[in-house]
Structure formats: C-alpha cells, structure tokens
C-alpha cells in the first residue's frame, strides 16, 4: 500500500511487536496500513482508527482472509477513547493501544506529508488521553522531542535504527509498563533479527532434543515445567 510512516520496514514491526505485552484486547489509534495488526497474533478482540477509508479497507480485507475479526472505526481515536473511558467500556487492564500517529514536523527529515496531519497540540491531548485510562497498556511511536521527553520522562523508552524516506533514523517506542511484563508472543522474540533467529534455532535444538527422549523422560520434563514456583 505504501503508506507514509508504515511500519511494514524488515526489523521494524518485528522490534514492535517484541515488546508487547499480553493482553486481550488489541486497539491500533492510528491504523495506516496496519502492518503491526496484520503480523502481531490477533488478540481476543482487534480495533482500528483510521480517518482514511481506504486504510481500513485495506487492513479489513488482510485480516479477512487471515480469519481475525476486526473493528475499524473512521473517526479520531482519541475523542473515541475518551467516550469509552467515561462509558467503561473495556476493563482497561486487558487492553493494549498502540499509537502510532503522524510525527511532529520538527523532528521529520523527509518533506512527505500526510493526508491527515497531527499538530503540537494534538500530540500533547494524546499523551494526555492515553496517560488518563485506567490500567491500560500503552506504546507509543515518535522521534525523541522535547514535547515526548517531557511529557512522557516517568515512561520507559526503547531505541532502535530503522530505514525511513529520510534515511537511517533513530526510532523510539514510549511504554507504560515494566520491561519484566510477560510477553504477549515468544514469535518475534529478540531486540534484532540476529537475536530472533539465534533463539528461534536455539528453541528449535531444544525441541528436537526433547521429541528425541524417552516417554517417561519427557513426562518428568513437562511435570517440573508445569509446578508452580
């Protein structure tokens, strides 16, 4: 679709999704081309923003065909969300939101524009909105500001390089919860592709290694796994 400020670049959805952590609920504030929604594992319920019809066309028709029910809504995410607070729509500990939204102009390189800008302040009415759920996990997407390290300096940051029409840029994810938060998916597990594919041999070797031994052994095995400690 080639969607300005897609995520769909080798090692960047991947980086993303690493960091999730579980949830049931998945919402995408500002869906673009949904490459994060199309590659994560669907949640128990998906939800989409997007104030370009045919971005929610699109993402529909993907996950059609791949059998995940989706929501998408063409309206503006936050004034959404701000309704479904004051209704209590969700018990907001179950749900994800990752945001996703057009960078402030100061920190871009490249003079593409989006269909549907953000200005200073909508950012910061963002931040506000998505700091005021109760319970909720949020990640959110930028370049590092001043704005962002303000308004978010109690939050975690993640750094990575990723390829933009600008370059090579540092991208940074801003998340509210605790890197010790269990994983939502072991399939992007790693910091890098390197990483992920030295744990995905290394879990390969240990499965193999596992189907190999004998009934009983395997049995031991996976009644130590399963105690609680």
């Known amino acids: ?4 400020g897609s995520k769909g670049g ?17 919402i995408e504030a500002f869906l673009g081309e949904g490459a994060i ?6 949640a128990e319920k998906n939800i989409g923003f997007d104030l370009n019809v045919d971005a929610l066309i699109f993402v529909r028709n993907e996950l059609y065909q791949a059998g995940i029910e989706f929501q998408g809504y063409q309206t ?20 994800l939101i990752y945001a996703d939204p057009p960078y402030l102009l100061e920190t871009r390189t490249s003079a593409a524009r989006y269909q549907h800008e953000y200005t200073e302040p909508q950012h910061h009415a963002m931040i506000d909105t998505l700091r005021a759920l109760p319970g909720a996990r949020v990640m959110i997407s930028g370049y590092r500001s001043d704005l962002y390290d303000s ?19 540092t991208e940074s994810v801003w998340l509210n919860f605790d890197e010790s938060a269990p994983a939502y998916s072991h399939s992007f597990a790693g910091r890098d592709y390197k990483e992920r594919q030295r744990i995905k041999r290394k879990a390969e070797r240990w499965a193999e290694k596992y189907r190999n031994l004998p009934e009983r052994e395997r ?3 996976m009644s130590e796994m399963m105690k609680e400690k």
Request: proline content about 3%.
């Open 1 to 4: 679709m080639g969607y300005l």
């Open 37 to 42: 929604i199309r590659n994560k594992p669907a």
């Open 76 to 95: 503006d995410s936050m004034a959404s969300l701000r309704d479904w607070k004051r209704g209590e729509v969700f018990n907001w500990q179950d749900v």
């Open 10 to 26: 080798s090692g960047v959805y991947q980086k993303i999704i690493s960091m999730m952590p579980r949830h049931r609920i998945y």
């Open 219 to 221: 049995l031991a095995i």
């Open 151 to 169: 308004l978010l300096s109690d939050w975690r940051r993640e750094d990575f390089q990723a390829m933009t029409r600008g370059g090579v840029r």
